[in-house]
């Protein structure tokens, strides 16, 4: 069974903390993203990877870490910075090589709410 | 600079067809895209058009892009109350990486 998962779905996190979502994919995919949802807006781009071992900061960054140790995963952490952490975020995947359509392929998200 | 344009809602009757627009800006994207995201889930692509194509039709879906007015739209033929979800236009400028999305059109089928 192929595809993207999120975990976890829902995270509760008081204000201060650290909290560090999970994105895994078995796509083989070698780019990987993270996105920001809100309300009634579009998706923002937090982090995202093309390669192993390399990431690129998005439109929104600050606040947020990322790493890429394997091709399959892509954590994301939100840091104590963040000033308005509350939000669903959203994890994807691309290949980048042959006959792509460059389709970004996305998780089912995983509702973040900071108390 | 890089932006997508939608409207943001939009109501129709079942059974009508439902057209929701787009526009942008980068006249040097590749691809142009459709997804659809129900309530609680993440995006679900629909389809996609390249950008030397005016016109797209996989079943229900009829995607038509207008490259001098950077205009893309979506017609659903005979929407059902199971369409009713927001659809996100994008577009992927150049050769980057990045994905540019609009901020999403609500559609509301009423029975």
């Known amino acids: 069974d192929g595809g993207i998962t999120q975990s976890p779905k829902y995270l509760f996190r008081k204000e201060g903390q650290n909290v560090t979502l999970s994105c895994e994919q078995n796509l083989n995919h070698d780019a990987m993203y993270w996105y920001r949802q809100d309300p009634g807006q579009g998706l923002r781009l937090i982090y995202y990877?093309?390669?192993?071992?390399?990431?690129q900061k998005g439109d929104i960054a600050e606040g947020y870490s990322v790493s890429r140790e394997k091709k399959e995963s892509f954590p994301l952490t939100v840091t104590s910075a963040q000033k308005n952490p509350t939000a669903f975020y959203l994890c994807?995947?691309?290949?980048?090589?042959?006959?792509?359509?460059?389709?970004?392929?996305f998780g089912p998200g995983t509702r973040l709410t900071v108390l | 600079g890089e932006d997508v344009e939608q409207s943001l809602f939009l109501s129709v009757r079942e059974g009508d067809s439902s057209v929701i627009n787009c526009t942008y800006t980068?006249?040097?994207?590749?691809?142009l895209y459709w997804y659809k995201q129900e309530p609680g889930a993440g995006l679900q692509l629909l389809t996609y058009i390249f950008s030397n194509m005016d016109m797209k039709q996989d079943q229900r879906l009829t995607v038509l892009l207008n490259k001098k007015d950077k205009h893309l739209s979506l017609r659903i033929a005979d929407t059902q109350t199971g369409d009713s979800a927001i659809y996100f236009c994008a577009e992927k400028p150049g050769n980057t990486g990045k994905l540019i999305f609009g901020q999403g059109t609500t559609l509301q089928v009423k029975p």
């Open positions: 994807a995947s691309r290949q980048t090589s042959g006959t792509s359509t460059d389709t970004q392929y």
């Open positions: 980068d006249s040097s994207s590749t691809y």
């Open positions: 990877s093309q390669i192993v071992n390399d990431f």
